[in-house]
């Protein structure tokens, strides 16, 4: 199986990602949504492995399943690093789903401009 990473950010524009709180209370195949770097491009993630890293306060290591908001079909999430302490990471995801979310995330304006009446 082909891989790409799918970078996770903090962005004002959306919703804070978890927190190491929120991680550790999360059941077995809990989900949690993780957002990249556009407003509303959330990932919802289905995580079945959850290792903490000692040496890096925050930091773990995610196995699971992802999918797009909306979406039924899942991809494969395989050996990915996420900080709880920054909210950023990288997803290693599969090369068909990374492709789909970069199309749903480029076909989000970086900026919406409104016009205003004169």
Not at 94 to 107: G, I, K, N, V, W
Request: zero cysteines; proline letters at 7%; hydrophobic letters at 40%.
């Amino acid at each position: 199986m082909a891989t790409q990473s799918i970078d996770i950010v903090n962005n004002p524009a959306n919703p804070a990602n978890p927190t190491t709180e929120q991680l550790l209370a999360l059941p077995a195949g809990g989900t949690v949504e993780l957002y990249g770097d556009k407003p509303g491009t959330a990932l919802q993630v289905r995580v079945t492995g959850l290792k903490r890293e000692a040496e890096h306060a925050g930091q773990f290591l995610i196995e699971g399943f992802v999918r797009l908001p909306g979406e039924a079909e899942e991809a494969r999430v395989e050996s990915s690093f996420y900080n709880a302490a920054t909210g950023r990471g990288t997803l290693h995801v599969e090369a068909r789903f990374a492709e789909r979310y970069q199309a749903l995330s480029d076909a989000i304006a970086d900026v919406t401009y409104v016009p205003r009446p004169r």
